[in-house]
Structures are given as structure tokens and as C-alpha cells.
């Protein structure tokens, strides 16, 4: 299989909602949703004029993953990494998160930061990556955990 990371191209923004939506949509606990991610495309194309960066993943020109950084006080915060329920567990999700790392060590950046939902099961996704809990908090109905690499 021939993967292709790349940066996003403006025509990519309206998969990447419709990816992202839909990796983040979580089933009801208790009667409420606990997240969901809300993208449009206006609300992306405001992130990358903030300064974000999208890598996407493609295979035969179909986005197969996205994940979203950004760089603030010298550190790298990796958010929204998201890959098609099809194309799960055949290291998308691994290539997307080691070149948002590449960036990083390219810039002479060495910390990398990124927050995810205590209820979903990725901590121990990302501490293969080395990522180390450095804090929990609690947000709205559920607990968030800050994670930290260094590089």
C-alpha cells in the first residue's frame, strides 16, 4: 500500500471535516455525548490562519488520515490525529504523528505536547510514541489528560 503524507491542500479541507467528525464522535455515556469535534470548514480554515499545519495521509488520492499541530513557545501540539475506520491499524495513524516529530526535530524544537480524553484508550497509544501523563484534569463531564514527549 502506498502511503502519501502531505500537507493539506485547500481542496483536502471538506474530507478533512468530514474525517474528523467522524473519528471524533463518541457514543452517548449517560445520555449526553462526550465530544465530538464540531470541524467546518470554516473553523479549519481559521486554525491554519492561526498558524496550524495539516498533514493528511493519502492512498490513491483518498485522505485516509489528517493530524493537525501547531507551534507555541517552542513546543509542538499535536492534535485531532484522525484516520478512516477502513484504514485503521495499518500505521497511518503512527506515519502522521513520527512527521509531525520530524518537523519538530527539523525546527530544533525537542518537546511535544498533546491532550487527550482519558475515556477513549489512546494514553497507551501514545506512550508507544513515548509520550509520558504529565497531568489529568477534569473537563466538562470527563477527565483530559495532558501527555509530553521529548525529542
Known sequence: MN?????INDKDIEKIVELTNNAYAVAHKQGFLITRANDTNEKIIKELQNGA????AKIKEKIAGAVRYEIKNDVVRLYK???MPEYRKQS??????????DVAKKLGLNKVKIEVHEGKGLILYYEKFGFKIKKRYRHKNHYEIIMEKDL
Open 92 to 101: 497511518i495513524g503512527s506515519l502522521l504523528t513520527q512527521k509531525v516529530f
Open 81 to 83: 490525529l484522525a484516520v
Open 3 to 7: 502511503i502519501i503524507i502531505q500537507n
Open 53 to 56: 499545519k495539516i498533514f493528511t
